[in-house]
C-alpha cells in the first residue's frame, strides 16, 4: 500500500498589533494559528505530493537548516496538523489510486495571481540549495497548460467541485453550468454525498489524464485545495 500526503488550504501572514506577522492557513473559510514549526511542516508539503519519508526527510532538511530552538518531534506536528485538516493523506495499492484517494474528495481552488507563489517557491528551493539564484527565471516562467489542464480551470473557475465530481462528471461527459447541474447531474440518489462519491468511482486507464492534469496543475501553483 502506498500512501500520499499534501497541504490544503492557503497561507497567509497577518499583522498583530505589535507589528509581528503570524502565519495563518485559510480552509474552508476558517483560519487557523500556525506555530513555526508546523508552518515549516505545512510549507514542505504546500504544492507537494509526498510520500511519509520524503516529508520526513523534508521537514529534517528545513528543521537542520532552521535557527533557534528545536520543536516537539515530526509525528506531532503531522498529527496536529493532519487532526486540524490541514494535511490530508491517500492511501491506495498504486500510485494513481493512492493520489485519487488523495484528491478526491477535496475541492479544487484555482489560484488568480501564481507569481508570488512562485517566487515562494523558488526561495524555498535556493534556501534548500536545490537551485542557484540563476535559475530563479526557468522556475518563475509560468508554464504552458496542457489543453486538458485549461479545461479544468475554467470550469473550476466557474463552479465549485471536488476532484471527484469533476473526474466523474468528465468522464459520463456531463455538462455543468453551475453548482445546481452538479447536483441534478452527479447526485442522483439520495444517499449519494461528496464522500461516497469518492468511494463509488473506480479510477481506470481512461480517466489518467484528468487526475495527471490536475495534479499538474497543483504542482505547478496553479490550483491549491480546500477540504469541504
Not at 517566487?119 to 527565471?137: N, P, R
Request: a negative charge; proline letters at 4%; hydrophobic letters at 35%.
Amino acid at each position: 500500500m502506498l500512501t500520499l500526503y499534501t497541504a490544503v488550504g492557503t497561507l497567509k501572514f497577518q499583522k498583530t498589533t505589535g507589528g509581528k506577522s503570524i502565519p495563518l492557513v485559510i480552509n474552508d473559510g476558517q483560519e487557523y494559528g500556525l506555530s513555526d514549526d508546523e508552518l515549516l511542516l505545512w510549507s514542505c508539503l504546500a504544492f507537494q505530493i509526498l510520500t511519509l519519508h520524503e516529508l520526513q526527510d523534508a521537514y529534517t532538511l528545513r528543521q537542520i537548516q532552521k535557527e533557534g530552538p528545536k520543536g516537539l518531534s515530526f509525528q506531532h506536528y503531522l498529527n496536529r496538523l493532519s487532526l486540524r485538516g490541514l494535511v490530508v493523506s491517500g492511501i491506495g495499492l498504486t500510485g494513481v489510486d493512492a493520489l485519487y484517494r488523495l484528491l478526491g474528495s477535496l475541492t479544487i481552488i484555482p489560484l488568480k495571481d501564481t507569481f508570488p507563489i512562485r517566487l515562494f517557491g523558488c526561495v524555498q528551493l535556493y534556501l534548500e540549495g536545490t537551485i542557484g539564484a540563476k535559475e530563479f527565471g526557468r522556475y518563475l516562467k509560468k508554464k504552458p497548460s496542457s489543453p486538458m489542464e485549461d479545461t479544468i480551470l475554467k470550469l473550476a473557475d466557474k463552479v465549485s467541485l471536488t476532484t471527484a465530481e469533476l473526474v466523474t462528471s468528465m468522464e459520463q461527459e456531463k455538462v455543468i453550468h453551475n453548482e445546481s447541474d452538479i447536483m441534478d447531474e452527479l447526485y442522483t440518489e439520495p444517499e449519494t454525498t461528496y464522500q461516497t462519491l469518492v468511494d463509488d468511482v473506480q479510477i481506470h486507464h481512461t480517466q489518467y489524464p484528468v487526475m495527471q492534469a490536475i495534479a499538474n496543475l497543483y504542482l505547478n501553483k496553479q490550483i491549491t485545495f480546500h477540504t469541504c
